[in-house]
């Protein structure tokens, strides 16, 4: 087949006998648990699988695995799923490096988590009616547990970095304790239009005083579009614009090289 398989160019009877060679635990979603309860059963083939009732598969296993047999049996089951363009929120949620244990440094967080989250609800050209911000303790830890959380009612939709900043700072200042280790936290912003609300904050470009002179811009707008020209790191707002990462950055120093997608990271060949 010169290492490419497309099954609905194949013959039946070549398709029937890879089939019965190859394990039944090589078709997705079957593990190797399932594939040691159905050899107790007398399937070890994928052909073996596919021959197998579906209701008696149900009933010994899942609804899933009785879907995976009617796909090989040529009934689809399971439709291709398509990106939701309506998704209901824009969030920006990591675990830290080390943990966070100072009002400072969570101000630093909620400030970058906030400006990131604005950059992509900017991006996709929407606006947000309601924050929450959230952080927690590890789930294993022996010390004091906290998971703070609070949603916010924004006064009308906005995608603004300065307004999203201040109060995702501010909420979660009041809810942390300081002294406890936290080890994430994250800013989500919900509540989704295309509309802004009527006192979206605008800067006046250029050092112009003269509305009619001047062309209003959207703050959110330049972060933005500073960012798509010049890379995520040449703009930031107070803690977001700090030229080196925080000490509690999710470390990323093992990160695949991204080769086709960053004009920094092409791969190098020397002849």
């Avoid at 959380?149 to 906005?158: G, H, K, N, W």
């Avoid at 330049?222 to 950055?249: N, T, Y």
């Avoid at 990323?252 to 080769?259: F, I, K, N, Q």
């Amino acid at each position: 087949m010169d290492g490419v398989c497309i099954e609905q160019l194949m013959e039946p009877a070549l398709v029937s006998r890879i089939m019965s060679q190859v394990p039944a635990t090589d078709v997705w979603g079957v593990g190797k648990k399932t594939g040691q309860k159905l050899t107790g059963m007398g399937v070890q083939s994928i052909a073996q699988l596919k021959a197998t009732d579906p209701q008696l598969i149900r009933k010994k296993f899942s609804v899933v695995l009785q879907r995976t047999v009617m796909e090989l049996n040529g009934q689809r089951c399971i439709g291709p799923v398509e990106e939701r363009s309506d998704k209901g929120q824009v969030m920006f949620t990591r675990s830290f490096s080390t943990p966070v244990r100072t009002r400072e440094a969570m101000d630093q967080v909620m400030s970058i988590y906030a400006q990131k989250a604005a950059s992509r609800l900017a991006s996709e050209g929407r606006y947000a009616s309601l924050l929450t911000v959230t952080a927690g303790t590890s789930r294993f830890a022996t010390s004091a547990a906290s998971f703070p959380s609070a949603q916010i009612r924004l006064v009308r939709p906005t995608r603004d970095p300065i307004v999203l900043t201040k109060i995702a700072v501010a909420a979660m200042n009041e809810l942390m304790e300081p002294g406890i280790d936290y080890v994430r936290g994250g800013v989500i912003l919900s509540g989704l239009s295309e509309h802004p609300g009527a006192d979206e904050l605008d800067l006046g470009l250029l050092g112009s005083t003269s509305a009619e002179d001047c062309e209003k811009v959207n703050v959110s707008d330049v972060v933005q579009q500073v960012s798509q020209r010049f890379g995520a790191k040449a703009i930031g707002l107070g803690s977001a614009g700090l030229a080196k990462a925080p000490e509690w950055s999710m470390k990323r120093e093992h990160m695949s090289p991204r080769y086709t997608s960053d004009w920094d990271e092409l791969f190098t060949v020397q002849a």
